[in-house]
Structures are given as C-alpha cells and as structure tokens.
C-alpha cells in the first residue's frame, strides 16, 4: 500500500485545514487508516482513526471537537479536517494504515504503511 498525504501549510490560530491522504497499490484495502503527527523534539503521537469494516472513527482526546475523519471510497481517500487550530498543533501529521484493524490501534508501531508526512504550522 502506498500513501501520499498532502494538506498540510501555515494556518493562524483559530484557523482550518484538511488534510488527505490517498491510498493506492493493493487490491486488499486497508481496514485501519490513522493518522499520527510529531512535533520537534516529541514522540510521535495517535490523532485519529477511521475503522473502515465500519466507519468507526476515533480520536486523541487533544483533537475531539475539532478535528474530524472523513472518507471517499471512490477516491480511496481519507481526509483530516482540522478546526480550531492551535499552536499546540504545530507538527508533521503522517497516515498510516494497517490491513487488519487491531485493538492497539493508538500505537505507531503496529502500523505497516506510511506516508511521508505534511507540515502543519500553526501560528500567528
């Protein structure tokens, strides 16, 4: 599976952005699609998941309210709308999808595929 995630700029505080981030090369979709960021000096922390056997979406408690997971099967694109930006959310956000969902579903580790990840700066 190849990701290619891209959205990601320079936003004031309060402001938006959506990012995607585009699967392709395997018949076999992946069931567990998320996305990760890592600020400078931080380990890279869990944002968001979509369960796609489902459409279950989860959330870092961080993002709740704020940021929502949403899908295009068509495009087999998964997409990270972010509200209500803050500086706190200055990071290098990344997409990563497993073939079968698993209940670690917040650690990076178990994560097969990755993009190569987009900058999001938030700051005025």
């Known amino acids: 599976v190849q990701l290619q995630a891209s959205g990601g700029g320079m936003v004031r505080p309060g402001g938006s952005l959506r990012l995607s981030c585009a699967a392709s090369?395997?018949?076999?979709?992946?069931?567990?699609i998320v996305w990760f960021r890592q600020a400078p000096g931080k380990e890279r922390e869990f944002v968001g998941a979509?369960?796609?056997?489902?459409?279950?979406?989860y959330y870092a408690d961080s993002v709740k309210g704020r940021f929502t997971i949403s899908r295009d099967n068509a495009k087999n694109t998964m997409y990270l709308q972010m509200n209500t930006l803050k500086p706190e959310d200055t990071a290098i956000y990344y997409c990563?999808?497993?073939?079968?969902?698993?209940?670690?579903?917040?650690?990076?580790?178990?994560?097969?595929?990755w993009g190569q990840g987009t900058q999001v700066t938030v700051s005025s």
């Open positions: 990563a999808a497993r073939i079968n969902w698993i209940v670690e579903y917040r650690t990076a580790r178990h994560y097969e595929y």
């Open positions: 090369g395997r018949t076999t979709i992946p069931r567990a």
């Open positions: 979509l369960r796609r056997d489902n459409g279950a979406t």
